[in-house]
């Protein structure tokens, strides 16, 4: 069994994971996008008072809010960092397109490395074994990771619930994103649980038929299921 803890962090209310299996004294930490003391202090008290240790770091994209408490969840653990390698610019570029939030970007660092990873790699850690599945669109190295056993897709900033990532960023782009989406997300069964960068977790079958930015790709005929989300945060 797969248990997960979201959190929200950053004024941008980044949706950062906790996931680990029944048994396991280890856990996977995605997008941890903490902006302050108390953020960093929240997310590793509960790790801790789990009983847990940080296995491995997931980063869906290389937008500041969802590497912004990295280097600081690295003080209190060692651990993997996994990212696509084409957003590596990315991750130096993206503060300039938030004006305002200035005062923020001093807790901002970006001092530790990453490992790459690449579509269709498999991620076997103990928290559950993470297929790669590479959908630029949003930014060019975005990223879901996928349990098949979990049934359970983390989709990052690609596909949320009711709507799509922004493309008007730079490296996005509306037509990749469109087409990451139909050729590598709603191509996965219909009951898969959908936990995305922000807001509430979904379906793929819930997006694939009430999405208004999907309803070319709806298939009015299919056979899924449209109500129930097995994982919610805390």
């Known amino acids: 069994m797969l248990h997960s803890r979201i959190f929200r ?9 906790v996931l680990w ?12 996008g903490m902006s302050s003391p108390d953020g960093v202090k929240e997310l590793v008290d509960y790790i801790t008072s789990n009983g847990l240790a940080v296995e491995a770091i997931l980063l869906t994209h290389g937008h500041f809010d969802h590497f912004w408490g990295v280097d600081r969840l690295l003080e209190s653990f060692q651990a993997p960092v996994y990212m696509h390698p084409a957003d590596i610019d ?26 790459d990873v690449a579509d269709g790699q498999v ?34 900033d690609t596909l949320f619930a009711g709507s799509i990532g922004r493309t008007d960023l730079a490296g996005g782009d509306y037509d990749e994103i469109m087409e990451s989406i139909r050729t590598k997300l709603l191509t996965l069964p219909g009951e898969t649980d959908v936990i995305p960068g922000h807001g509430h977790p979904t379906t793929i079958a819930r997006e694939g038929m009430y999405n208004p930015f999907l309803q070319p790709f709806n298939e009015p005929d299919g056979d899924f299921p449209t109500e129930g989300i097995a994982i919610q945060p805390e």
């Open 9 to 17: 962090f950053n004024p941008l209310e980044t949706n950062c994971i």
């Open 21 to 32: 299996a029944e048994g396991s004294s280890k856990c996977t930490v995605v997008d941890p």
């Open 90 to 115: 990315t991750m130096s570029k993206i503060t300039h397109n938030f004006r305002g939030m200035e005062n923020s970007f001093s807790f901002l660092k970006r001092s530790f490395t990453t490992r």
């Open 123 to 156: 991620l076997e850690l103990e928290s559950a074994s993470w297929k790669v599945l590479h959908t630029p669109g949003h930014s060019p190295g975005s990223v879901g990771y996928y349990s098949e056993k979990d049934n359970l897709l983390l989709s990052g």
